[in-house]
């Protein structure tokens, strides 16, 4: 089973080119959405990554990716 995981393009603390190169490396096989998760609140304050149904936020990136990858199958 493939891993579900998504990001939002309009998250202002994440940039959308350097967050899928970080997230391919954690799953090369995953296909990864972009777009609005209608997570607005917690997306003005940290990154966030949306993945196997968990929201996973963090203040940076690199924080984020790393919370993630517990929950990747």
């Not at 090369?28 to 997306?43: D, L, M, N, Q, T």
């Not at 940290?46 to 919370?67: C, D, H, L, S």
Request: aromatic residues 6%; positive net charge; charged residues 35%.
């Amino acid at each position: 089973m493939a891993n579900d995981i998504r990001i939002c393009d309009k998250c202002k603390h994440m940039k959308v080119k350097t967050m899928l190169s970080k997230l391919k490396k954690l799953d090369p096989e995953a296909e990864v959405r972009i777009g609005c998760k209608s997570y607005c609140g917690p997306c003005a304050r940290k990154a966030f990554i949306f993945i196997n149904g968990r929201y996973v936020t963090a203040p940076t990136e690199e924080e984020a990716v790393e919370k993630a990858s517990k929950y990747v199958k």
